[in-house]
């Protein structure tokens, strides 16, 4: 997907103001027609996200031990994977949600997206749409905003 296919893209989203990624994430669900569950995780092995969709609905899962602005990032980054209707790639990524979710019966994952690197022409796409969409909802917060957003939560 080219970064002008992606600007389209996010031109013909409903981005609430001001801007809160659950809410954002409940338009989504709307739009798509099936609900949409953050789910915070503490201590996520390899990956900071992971996407799984089921028949029924889409669940993002995000580390939870990590700073709020960070946590956005993750779950917008999942969310980019959810409206390019991206795919998995590996098989590894399963046996991740079974070990996330044992109680999740395997025959009804359809689709398990984690996010470990940006080695993938859709990670980068995925990258690219939840940097757009920040860059879109924080445009005019400065830098000390954004510092301050991105240190909330770390004790020194």
Known sequence: ???RRLRRLLR??????????????DRI????GR??????VAGLTGVCGLWI???????????????PFHQEHIVLHELGHVLCDHYPASATL?????????SLDP????RVLGRAGYSTEEEREAEMLATLIRQRVHTGTTLADRLRAAFDGFHG
Not at 29 to 32: C, D, L, S, T
Not at 94 to 102: F, H, K, M, R, S
């Open 29 to 32: 669900a709307e739009r798509r």
């Open 94 to 102: 399963a046996e991740l949600a079974e070990l996330l979710l044992p």
């Open 107 to 110: 025959a009804l994952v359809r």
């Open 53 to 67: 969709a089921t028949d029924a609905a889409d669940m993002i899962f995000f580390e939870e031990e990590t700073a």
């Open 1 to 3: 997907m080219s970064a």
């Open 12 to 25: 013909g989203l409903d981005v609430p103001v001001p801007f809160d990624v659950r809410s954002f994430a």
């Open 35 to 40: 609900p949409i569950h953050l789910v915070p």
